[in-house]
């Protein structure tokens, strides 16, 4: 195991859950109700020090039981070392803990990630919906039961230069 | 001053005797003013909520997602090989920075090791691209100043270079150059001579812009000490590229996680001190010198050899061999039918584009189409830190911050 996973485990011995590596990227997997503590231990710890967030994601496993994959990427300017966090939330509960108090940046990509796969950020101070407008009705794009070229809502747009 | 004169002999009051003024007492209110969707100098279709007092923003609300197009969901129902001409449209003014970025990624999820000679190519032409990107960015944000004359010759030095990828690929902007393993084709000779000569007509010309601007007193009122971040802000917002290292942050993929022929090279990344937006466009300009100086010394290393990976379940075969070998159409066929298939996993991949780091996550379950593609997108992270860069500046300073972003919304929205 990576180093960086084992002092995860080692910190915290309820909240991990399992590590990879593969291809040079380091994977930690930890329970939902622990990322905002591990988050900050991550980013306070001086042999951490991963002062930097790359990107917030999320995938969609719709044939788990825990649907949802949420994924943190970071990177420390000062130890030059990458990480990635994960965590899975079901879809009855769609809620895990925002990391905006810790990273600013993690403001605009928990958004976008609630308003692609409708997974709700807790303590978020603006969760709204970013890219797509704000009375999308169609639900969620990029979960897998959508379909590639939406639910209708396009055909019901009235065109000015259409011919009835 | 004249203005303020004015000012103090209108209103003017008694401070020995408030209460004796005539005039009637000036009703104050906060102003919440639209800037966009369509705005000159939003660089795209980008609206900003902005609440005003006076002419000073307290607080801005970006409202984005009017080019979204759904790349994400694109990509999830193509093959790899398809998605490289969606990469094209992200930051339609730099394609070969997002094929090269999207390729680097592809090619970590296969464990792909590209031939040298493509490596060296890929670097040339990144930097072309990233002169492309900076000439672009200088002439955008000089206009957005009102410094009209930088934009006419910027723009007459990217032409040179538009010609060149033009000559290279066919395409002046979507240009597709790069393939997964390595690139679609060689340089010709009369390309490379073609590049050579611009190298030594272009680094008098980086000198002539800063005469324009550095001697410009406008200039330098609209950019020095406007839109200040601190490093740790800027580290903390997750800023990237010039936009980061502006504020002292030394923090460049090329150097951090050497990738193709950047660590055969020598160059030097400035880096800014005091956060502004001069310390931003003195080190786009540094850049400019630097990548001059890199495709210079690609130029010389470089050596002859293949310009494409030989794995034939992966790249593509050369094109002469399509039309006389059985073989080689049949792998022809099947990549373009069906693709490949990629092992099980999933990475993330960064690259220093010239706008900030370009990433592209990506997980895949062993099918020929990506499960799930993510691109971390400079712009829209960058445009996150806008309301704090924005506070307590002018309205005017606010077209300012775009600029200073190089800001592209096929890129923010996707």
């Known amino acids: 195991m990576h180093q960086l996973a084992k002092r995860i485990q080692e910190s915290f011995t309820s909240g991990f859950v399992s590590a990879s590596e593969w291809r040079g990227d380091v994977a930690v997997t930890v329970t939902r109700d622990k990322v905002h503590d591990i988050a900050e231990f991550l980013r306070d710890d001086p042999g951490m020090a991963f002062d930097y967030i790359v990107h917030v994601s999320s995938v969609d496993w719709p044939d788990d039981e825990e649907r949802f994959e949420v994924v943190w990427e970071f990177y420390s300017i000062r130890k030059r070392h990458r990480l990635r966090l994960k965590t899975r939330v079901p879809e009855s509960d769609c809620v895990v803990d925002s990391l905006t108090d810790l990273w600013k940046g993690a403001d605009f990509m928990e958004r976008e990630v609630y308003d692609m796969m409708g997974i709700r950020f807790r303590n978020h101070p603006d969760l709204r919906r970013i890219l797509l407008p704000d009375d999308f009705a169609e639900g969620y794009p990029l979960r897998k039961d959508f379909p590639l070229r939406g639910k209708g809502w396009r055909d019901t747009f009235e065109f000015l230069d259409e011919q009835p | ?414």
């Open chain 2, 1 to 414: 001053m004249a203005f303020e004169d004015q000012r103090t002999t209108v209103y003017k009051v008694d401070p020995e005797h408030p209460e004796s003024e005539t005039l009637p007492a000036l009703r104050t209110e906060e102003l919440l003013l639209n800037m966009g969707p369509q705005h000159p100098s939003t660089h795209g279709v980008l609206k900003v909520i902005m609440e005003l007092e006076g002419e000073r923003v307290v607080k801005s609300t970006p409202v984005m997602g009017y080019l979204h197009r759904g790349v994400e969901k694109l990509a999830e129902d193509g093959t790899y090989h398809q998605f490289i001409p969606h990469t094209d449209r992200l930051d339609y003014v730099c394609a070969m920075y997002n094929n090269f970025a999207y390729c680097r990624a592809v090619e970590k999820l296969l464990d792909l090791k590209v031939p040298d000679r493509a490596e060296y190519l890929r670097t040339i032409v990144a930097e072309v691209q990233r002169i492309i990107g900076h000439l672009f960015w200088l002439s955008a944000q000089a206009l957005d100043i009102g410094a009209m004359t930088v934009f006419f010759y910027c723009f007459r030095d990217r032409e040179i270079l538009l010609d060149w990828f033009d000559e290279l690929c066919g395409a002046r902007l979507t240009t597709s150059w790069y393939r997964i393993g390595g690139v679609e084709r060689d340089l010709t000779p009369s390309l490379i001579s073609k590049l050579k000569a611009f190298l030594d007509y272009f680094p008098p010309k980086i000198d002539e812009y800063q005469v324009f601007l550095e001697k410009n007193r406008i200039w330098l009122a609209r950019t020095k000490g406007i839109a200040v971040i601190s490093a740790e802000d800027a580290v903390n917002f997750g800023l990237s590229g010039p936009t980061l290292r502006g504020s002292g942050v030394d923090y460049d993929l090329r150097k951090y996680e050497p990738y193709s022929a950047y660590p055969k090279c020598e160059f030097s990344v400035p880096v800014g001190k005091n956060g502004d937006t001069y310390d931003r466009y003195w080190i786009r300009m540094m850049e400019l010198y630097e990548s001059v100086k890199i495709i210079k010394q690609c130029l010389e290393q470089m050596e002859e050899g293949p310009v494409m990976a030989e794995v034939p379940s992966v790249t593509f075969p050369p094109k002469q061999r399509v039309f006389t070998n059985l073989e080689s159409m049949i792998q022809q066929f099947k990549l373009f039918s069906q693709g490949f298939k990629a092992p099980p996993g999933e990475i993330y991949c960064g690259t220093e584009a010239h706008k900030g780091e370009l990433g592209f996550y990506i997980v895949s379950t062993g099918g020929g189409k990506p499960y799930r593609l993510k691109i971390r997108a400079p712009s829209f992270i960058h445009m996150g830190a806008f309301d704090h860069m924005a506070r307590g500046y002018m309205i005017s300073d606010a077209c300012t911050i775009f600029g200073t972003y190089d800001i592209v919304m096929g890129e923010c929205d996707r």
